[in-house]
């Protein structure tokens, strides 16, 4: 039932902006289109991939057939520790979401609700890329698979 999300992400001096949000519940071949895509339409500098369930499979695919810069990670903690992580970063005002977008009502609904959201797989990809982007001055996307 879960989803499987890409957020990407660019950074310009002190922000952090939110640019583009995918989610989808995806069978791998469609997952690995949608990242392939999403790298060739952002041209990222990095792209984080959950080092477990579908991302593990992920990785070697994209490794073995794309120039994508994959970098595995594990997130440490639970998800509402990870959150807690980033929240200073969001609090002081450094993380921007666009005025409008597609799916902008149910991002935040789902941030809003965390974490007795139905979901919380935006929340998750949103916060590993925090979590990662710090001191960082380029755009990144995080894929949660």
Known sequence: NDYSVCTTWGMAGNAIYLLDVW???????????AVTS????WKPSAVLVEDKASGQSLLQELRSGTHIPLLPIQPDGDKVARAY??????????????????????LEQE?????NAAHDDCVDS???????MRNR??????IRG
């Open 111 to 115: 941030l809003a609700l965390f974490p």
């Open 126 to 132: 949103i916060t590993q890329a925090l979590n990662w």
């Open 23 to 33: 989610r989808k519940r995806a069978e791998f071949p469609e997952l690995k289109r």
């Open 85 to 106: 992580a980033v929240t200073p970063t969001i609090e002081a005002g450094r993380v921007f979401l666009p005025e409008s977008a597609p799916w902008l009502m149910d």
């Open 38 to 41: 999403l790298a060739a339409k």
């Open 137 to 142: 001055s380029t755009s990144y996307g995080a």
